[in-house]
């Protein structure tokens, strides 16, 4: 699951001694991953490109990106990364066959209709996914801001 589309590995609980004095966000393993027992994964094979989708906010970032002419670059997509190409990010690791405008106009036509991608977003909306959680704070820098939160 990608961190673009809101799963989360770690969480950050912001501390404070018993003096008021701001201690450093303890780093807890985030319940996002564990809110629910039963996950839904997408897996599309479309002309020769394998995807695999955790949870409908995946799909829909997929889609967003995907259905723009031109395709953003690296650096629109990963905003703050300071040295060199955003490597890390699904779309650098596309094959380059599946970023062709045809292509990438042809899947997202594919997504919108596939009765298995409703199926899919059924499943979520019967339950859907919670981002966030009491006393856990999504990353460091925002936990360090709300000391003792």
Same mark, same amino acid.
């Given at each position: 699951m990608s961190w673009w589309a809101g799963a989360r590995l770690n969480g950050w609980i912001p501390e404070t001694t018993r003096s008021g004095q701001i201690k450093r966000p303890r780093r807890?393993? !985030?319940? $996002?991953?564990?809110? =629910?027992?039963?996950?839904?994964?997408?897996?599309? !094979? $479309?002309?020769?490109?394998?995807?695999? $989708?955790?949870?409908?906010?995946? /799909?829909?970032?997929?889609l967003a990106v995907m259905s723009q002419n031109p395709l953003p670059s690296g650096w629109a997509l990963v905003p703050g990364n300071l040295l060199g190409r955003p490597n890390k990010h699904w779309l650098s690791r596309l094959p380059k066959k599946?970023?062709?405008?045809?292509? =990438?106009?042809?899947?997202?036509?594919?997504? /919108?209709?596939?009765?298995?991608?409703?199926? $899919?977003?059924?499943?979520?909306? =019967?339950?859907? /996914?919670?981002?966030?959680?009491?006393?856990?704070?999504?990353?460091?820098?925002?936990?360090?801001? =709300?000391?003792?939160?």
């Open positions: 807890i393993v !985030h319940s $996002f991953a564990s809110q =629910r027992k039963l996950w839904c994964l997408l897996a599309v !094979h $479309f002309d020769g490109v394998d995807l695999i $989708f955790a949870t409908p906010l995946e /799909l829909d970032q997929f599946a970023k062709s405008w045809k292509f =990438r106009q042809s899947i997202c036509k594919f997504l /919108l209709q596939a009765g298995t991608v409703g199926e $899919f977003r059924e499943f979520y909306a =019967r339950e859907p /996914l919670k981002l966030q959680f009491d006393g856990v704070i999504n990353n460091y820098y925002d936990a360090w801001k =709300r000391p003792g939160a």
